[in-house]
């Protein structure tokens, strides 16, 4: 796993490879093992580079280039079909010199050119300059696990692994937009292709940009399939699971460093465990880890400790606590742009404990996107297929309950509360409603006129709809999953992921992401993925067999914070000190009267505002910082 920056210039000036480099020092964390640089020899391209060294440590340097010096890769990630690829090169003519997966890139793209993007089968983001054309290529892996950035300026285009190199080029704006600011507070991220600056984007997953004198415009390359087999049969789909997911464990355990697991006792990740232990059979030793709070509620370690001496793991568990003078700009630090995802904390920390072991770990990202395993997919389904008279029977109960329910937003009767109130809304706007934190109607009594004036408040909920409603599917499950490969994974979990754990120069691996895996997962029918009860049935009938049966009962927990405690108690000062200070209300962005009753109403216990108010003090620091 690694970091690169650069640039790419379309013609009059040189491109500066000290630039490069500085902007690449911001990426040590990605890269402690080594660093690199390249200068094109027509002087268009210069590289920085840092590495994490994983497969082939002694060899494999990067920037790589081919022999006669004319085609140059920087990547980062891992390419799992490398072997593959590379004995099919081989047989075809080409050398090698290296034994890793970099060199790969170069030979695939002299004789495939960008159709190589189909051939490669992990996760990825890569550079690769081609002096003979005079291109740039720029290339993201199809599900977004590794980010990359760009930010066209005058003449020339800047690219970045992280968004904190590419500030660092003298040339590249940071004026923050307000569209970004509606999306942040909506939705609790920034949607790609944008970000957080008017000039700066990032590059969507499956997409590849190739630039040469001039601007150019990214294209996909791959796309969610939009296609369900509902009279496949269910014995054969379920070995199709169940081959494709331990092929994909498999892979994801080749590295010349040690390798573990994040563990947290719920399905997915105790079935990545469970295919590991069987790839390595009698010699045993997959190390594990799991992070826990005080709270019974939101802690993972019991039920992760019973599976860990189930399987016969080496199992580390973390204890978490909040950090109460440095959690909210430890986030800010790391993820660059806003990013209100409260779990990235415990994730940052059990990935800090993990690299203490290991230089590998392996997760179970993406099973409930690709499996169905949300409870809102459920409650999409349940909508889809309500009778006449039961939807009104659930309005009534509903309405009777209102004046009583829990204000805590994990109770299951607050959670029927606000399922009865979508039921007459259109399928786009139910989903928009589990998803987002505010309403563009909540905007208008959050934001000050000034700004509302500037932005475009229902800018996030017309994007949202957009996306949902541009595919063609049979039932509103596949909508919304397919919503959330394209946005949600990642824009959220993944960035999540990848900088919490590159924070620690950990290497994250997500068999559930691989697109065969992903692709086999889009074709199955709707019983195969979840009924009025449960998600994920095609995990539980291919891997109901290797796992105890407790690990499919278990309520579905999520990697939750004590995030509404926390603000009530160890975080409320600091809560108060950031989002009660004059530098962020008098910037004139929030109604002062608006921040001062979520607070209220939250330490009052009247309402349940923890996301909110996180997602605000997240804000309330970042503009601090960069604005």
Known sequence: MCGFAGEFVFAARRADLNVARAMASRLAHRGPDEQGAFLSCDGRCAIGFRRLAVIDPEASHQPMSLPDG????????????????RRSLQAAGDRFTTDGDTEVLPHLYRRYGIDMLSRLDGMFAFVLYDENAGTLLLARDRLGQKPLWYAPIEGAIVFASEAKALLAHPLVGTTTSAAAITHYITMGYVPSPASAWTGIQKLSPGHMLQVGDGSASPAPYWQPSSRTIENALP???????????????????????PLGALL????????IVALMCQAVGRTGGVRTFTAGFDED????????????????????????????????????????????????????????????????????????EV??????????????????????????????????????ERSRLRRFVR??????????????????????EDLKDLFTDDFIAGADIYGPQDWFCNLYEDADFGDEVSYAQRHDLMSYLPDDLLVKTDIASMACSLEMRSPMLDHGVVETASTLPLALRLNAKQGKIALRKAFGDILPAGVFDRPKRGFALPLGRWLREDLRETMKETLLDEGFLGRGIFRREAI?????????????HRHRLWALMILARWLAKHA
């Not at 204890?319 to 993820?335: A, F, K, Q, S």
């Not at 001062?596 to 349940?608: A, E, F, P, Q, T």
């Open 70 to 85: 004319k085609v140059t890769v920087a990547f980062n990630g891992e390419i799992y079909n490398f072997p593959q690829l």
């Open 235 to 257: 014995a054969e789909t379920i070995q199709l699971v169940r081959d494709g997911l331990a092929g994909a464990v498999s892979a994801r355990m080749v590295s010349d460093v």
């Open 264 to 271: 947290s006792g719920g399905i997915d990740s105790s079935i």
């Open 297 to 368: 509620e939101f802690d993972e370690r019991p039920a992760a400790r019973e599976l860990a001496k189930h399987l016969g793991t080496d199992h580390t568990e973390l204890l978490i606590r909040p950090d109460t003078e440095g959690m909210v700009d430890r986030i800010v630090d790391m993820y660059d742009e806003p990013f209100a995802d409260s779990s990235a904390l415990a994730t940052w920390l059990i990935c800090r404990e993990a690299r203490r072991h290991v230089t590998v770990a392996l997760s179970g990202d993406g099973g409930d």
């Open 371 to 408: 499996f169905a395993g949300y409870d809102r997919y459920r409650a999409m389904h349940l909508s889809e297929r309500m009778s006449p008279l039961r939807h009104l029977c659930v309005r009534v109960s509903a309405a009777m309950v209102r004046p009583f329910y829990p204000r805590d």
């Open 419 to 440: 399922f009865a109130e979508i039921l007459t809304k259109p399928p786009s706007i139910q989903y928009f409603t589990l998803r987002r934190l505010f309403a563009a």
């Open 596 to 608: 001062y009753g979520l607070i209220n109403d939250h330490l009052s216990r009247r309402d349940d």
